[in-house]
């Protein structure tokens, strides 16, 4: 496992909020080369047996991987898990519970959305939706992209489906110890992803690296598709100054919404240690 392996080791699939089946991705991430890669899909870990199988099809070395959406201090924060024990069974109950609750969430979603004049946004969002426990903003997106609402997903986002605007609904997700625990108590990795996403003060994201490692945290996503090369280069600097394992990841989407395709990240800085490196016992498909 080396530092300048091409790993992507977060992305989504239509188990969750992607657009391509598990397979489909597996052949766009070998055909861009990628060396090691993740599935990810939000809080639901059932397209990993399909992923893996076209993974080692392809030769392409393999670890079971998730996003999982946890509430800390008044935000939603995505905690990555990789190279778990898929079959572990606290990890798939902690999932369950996760999940459950989007459907409501969704109805209220599309009341909230009524309120302003646009109908039929929970039948609208279910079209773009494969895994029925699975419904989320993005499908919602989607639909307002294809009723012309708006012009693209990050306009929706903007105008609809963020704090304050009528779309948007509170939710209770996972406790970060939790989700923690259950990657870890798996035998995973747990990583901060995309940490720049979140709208903390100093304080709040202190406090958030520092419980994160308090619960079993080993890891932070230092190059994700959503990073500028200045946050690049301050969260290098984070997992520097907070010893943790440094993760790479496109964090894809579909062809049509994702800027950054699979792979297509720089390389770790050399100074960092790559979560791949401490995963190697759990990576699946290495040539022998
Ligand atoms: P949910 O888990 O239902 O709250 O949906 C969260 C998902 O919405 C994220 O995983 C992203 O895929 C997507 N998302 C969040 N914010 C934005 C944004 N500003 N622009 C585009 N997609 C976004
Ligand atoms: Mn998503
Ligand atoms: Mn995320
Ligand atoms: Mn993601």
């Known amino acids: 496992m080396n530092h300048l392996l091409n790993a992507d080791l977060h992305c989504h699939s239509n188990v969750s909020d992607g657009t391509l089946l598990p397979e489909a991705i597996a052949a766009r991430a070998a055909a861009q080369g990628v060396e090691l ?171 958030l690296f520092t419980e994160f490692i308090a619960h079993g945290g080993r890891g932070v996503e230092v190059l994700t598709g959503s990073h500028s090369h200045t946050e690049q280069v301050r969260y290098a600097e984070t997992a520097v100054e907070f010893d943790l394992l440094a993760s790479r990841g496109s964090d894809f989407h579909s062809p049509e919404e994702s800027r950054v395709d699979l792979g297509e990240l720089p390389d770790l800085p050399g100074r960092l240690h790559p979560v791949w490196v401490a995963l190697a016992p759990r990576v699946q498909g290495l040539p022998q």
Do not use: Q
């Open 37 to 207: 890669w993740a599935l990810t899909d939000h809080d639901e870990i059932g397209g990993l047996p399909r992923a893996r199988e076209a993974a080692l099809d392809l030769g392409m070395a393999f670890l079971t991987g998730v996003e999982i959406s946890v509430s800390f201090a008044g935000e939603t924060v995505h905690i990555v898990g990789l190279g778990f024990d898929a079959e572990d069974s606290a990890l798939r109950e902690g999932l369950a519970a996760t999940r459950n609750g989007r459907r409501d969430r969704a109805r209220l979603m599309a009341a909230g959305l009524a309120a302003v004049g646009i109908e039929g946004a929970f039948e609208g969002a279910l079209k773009y939706v494969t895994n029925p426990d699975l419904i989320s903003r993005t499908h919602f997106a989607r639909f307002l992209v294809e009723t012309g609402v708006c012009a693209a997903t990050h306009e929706v986002f903007r105008r609809y489906l963020t704090e304050g605007k009528p779309g948007y609904v509170p939710h209770a997700w996972a406790r970060l110890k939790d989700a923690v625990r259950w990657i870890s108590d798996a035998g995973g990795i747990a990583v901060i992803a995309h940490p720049a996403r979140y709208r903390f003060g100093p304080t709040a994201e202190y406090a």
